[in-house]
């Protein structure tokens, strides 16, 4: 694939997933966590079950994917359940700030798991835009969500926790997806996924709610379920597969500026003049972790 379709495929993943935020936050009034997650999934699960079916048909899954997915799927649903109990315990400005540890955890393993990718480890360029990145990371959370050190021990081990997961799925999806056509492999793992959060739903949530939910409400479940979960998870495997799990989680943490932006205009949540340089400052260190990417790719090709 073209980088530059690539690095497209990334830059619109990691702004889907910067919608979702703002679609929980938006949903808080009307369901509980277990349904939300449970809902979103039963959207994907019939978005994704046609396409099950054909691939089934056309002998698209070997036995090996079959179980594999179970893998991902796992580090998924976990990620999930950690992230839905978090804000019980945990200030909601400490949980953006902890979450986006993912990059760490996600760094270390592509170092550790994918020898094609250990030339990071001595790039220059790409620890100065991580450094510059993280940097305008710390910024944009500290003057935009005012962290708080309030919550329990447990709080903080949950958003740990999600966040470690959340890196396990990553780097799971690249060691045992890496060769799968995206559409692909997403389907198997999402249809694991939704039955695990799905069966979930309904052992601890409220689905009978869906019978007093507005049109509007349901409309928009479906939206950010395709948007954050089908389109996001689809073009991240993209990302994986050619620009690698470390600049693509490192770019990621484009997310936090990306969600401030639009609550800015959904929210009404005002930007101070040091979010917008903090946010500035993340763009430019992911830029410059995209550019140690074609760098190496350039010499070595």
């Given at each position: 694939m073209n980088k530059?379709?690539?690095?497209a495929a990334l830059l619109i993943s990691v702004f889907s997933g910067s919608t979702v935020p703002l679609f929980l936050k938006y949903f808080t009034p009307y369901l509980d966590a277990w349904t939300v997650n449970?809902?979103?999934y039963i959207v994907v699960f019939f978005i994704m079950l046609p396409l099950v079916i054909k691939f089934i048909r056309s002998g698209k899954y070997s036995k090996y994917m079959w179980k594999m997915a179970l893998i991902p799927a796992l580090f998924n649903f976990t990620q999930q359940l950690a992230w839905a109990w978090a804000p019980y315990y945990i200030d909601p400005g400490l949980i953006g700030f902890l979450i986006k540890s993912n990059v760490i955890w996600s760094i270390a393993g592509s170092f550790i798991?994918?020898?094609d990718e250990r030339y990071l480890m001595r790039s220059k360029r790409f620890w100065i835009g991580l450094i510059v990145a993280v940097l305008g990371f710390v910024g944009l959370s500290y003057y935009?969500?005012?962290?708080s050190l309030s919550g329990t021990f447990l709080g903080v081990l949950l958003v740990l926790g999600s966040s470690l997961f959340m890196s396990f799925y990553g780097l799971s999806v690249?060691?045992?997806f890496n060769e799968t056509n995206a559409v692909v492999s997403f389907s198997l793992i999402a249809l694991?996924?939704?039955f695990g959060l799905i069966s979930l739903m309904f052992v601890v949530g409220e689905p009978a709610v869906i019978y007093h939910l507005p049109l509007k409400i349901i409309l928009l479940i479906a939206f950010s379920a395709l948007i954050g979960?089908?389109?996001?998870?689809?073009?991240f495997y993209v990302a994986l597969k050619h620009i690698g799990v470390t600049i693509s989680y490192s770019v990621s943490l484009f997310s936090a500026f990306f969600t401030a932006i639009m609550s800015y205009y959904i929210f009404d949540e005002k930007l101070s003049l040091f979010q917008w340089l903090s946010g500035s400052l993340i763009i430019i260190g992911g830029i410059i972790t995209i550019l140690a990417k074609n760098y190496n790719t350039h010499k070595t090709g």
């Open positions: 530059k379709l690539a690095v449970g809902f979103r798991i994918f020898a935009g969500n005012n962290i690249k060691k045992y694991y996924t939704a979960i089908n389109m996001g998870h689809i073009l």
